[in-house]
C-alpha cells in the first residue's frame, strides 16, 4: 500500500507539473498572440494614414482655402471628420474655424471642400478624425498650410515708362530663387519674367493705405535668383507727407515676399 501511494503521489506531482508547464505555455502563446494582433494593428493603422491624403491649397479665384481629401487604401472608410483651425498667433487655435464630416469615403474617393478664411496672410491645419477598425481608437493625420498675402493679390504687368516713379519708397529684399519668384507671381511658363530694366509688376494692397505698389526685378548674380525691389507710389497728398509709412509698407510686404518664396520652394521640394 505504501508503495502504491508513494506512486500516485509521483503521478500526481507529475500532472501538476505537467498541467503548470502546459499552462505556462498557453499564456505566452496567448501573449505572443496580442503581441502579434498589437504589431499587426500598428502596421495596418500605419499603412490606412498613409493611404489617406490631405492636401491645402489657396484659390486665388474664388478667393478660399481648398482642401482636398482622398481615401487611397482598399477599404472604405467610415465617419471621417475634417476640421479646419487657424493660427491664433504662434499657437493654433483649439476652435475650428471649419468643420464638416463624411458618412464614408469609398476606395479611391476624393473630396474638395472650400472654406472661407477670415484674414490673409493666415495660417493653420486641417485634421483629418477617423475610428481605427481594429481598435477604434481615433487616428488623426494632418496637414499644415499657410497663405501669404501675395497669393491673394492679383499682378499686372507695366512697361517700365508707364510705372508712376514719383516720390518712391523703396525696401530691397535679399536674394530670391527665380523659379520660387515665379511661383509667387503665378507666371505662366511661356511669360518671361520682367526685369527692373524692362517694367515692373504693379500690385495693391487695400489694408496697406497706400494707392499703389511697384514690384521690380533686378539680376542677381550668375543669373540664377533674383533681388526684388518693393516701391509704394504716393498718389495722394496725404500718403506724400508720410513716407516713412510707405517706406514701412515697402519693408513689411518684402517680409512677406521673402516668406512666401521660401513656402513656396518648401511646397515644390
Known sequence: ??????????????????????????????????????????????????????????????????????????????DVVLSVRVADGAA???APLFSTSFASLPPGDEQVVLVQLPHVPVAGEAELVLRSPGTQAPLCKRCAFRVSLFESLAFQAVPRGDAATDSFAIA?????????????LRLSPLDAMLTADVGSYRFSVA?????????????????ASEIVIAAAVSESASEERDPEARRRACETLIEELEAATQSSANASN
Open 207 to 223: 489694408s496697406a493705405g497706400v494707392s499703389s505698389f511697384y514690384l521690380s526685378v533686378t539680376p542677381g548674380s550668375g543669373g
Open 172 to 184: 530691397r529684399s535679399a536674394t530670391v530663387d527665380l523659379q520660387d519668384l515665379r511661383r509667387v
Open 1 to 78: 500500500m505504501e508503495e502504491m501511494a508513494a506512486t500516485l503521489n509521483a503521478f500526481a506531482g507529475g500532472l501538476q507539473q505537467s498541467f503548470a508547464t502546459v499552462f505556462e505555455r498557453v499564456g505566452q502563446s496567448l501573449e505572443q498572440s496580442a503581441q502579434m494582433m498589437h504589431m499587426m494593428n500598428d502596421v495596418m493603422e500605419a499603412a490606412l494614414l498613409q493611404s489617406l491624403h490631405v492636401a491645402c491649397r489657396f484659390d486665388a479665384v474664388a478667393s478660399q482655402l481648398q482642401v482636398t481629401v482622398a481615401n487611397r487604401s482598399q477599404i472604405a472608410l467610415a
Open 92 to 94: 493654433v487655435d483649439s
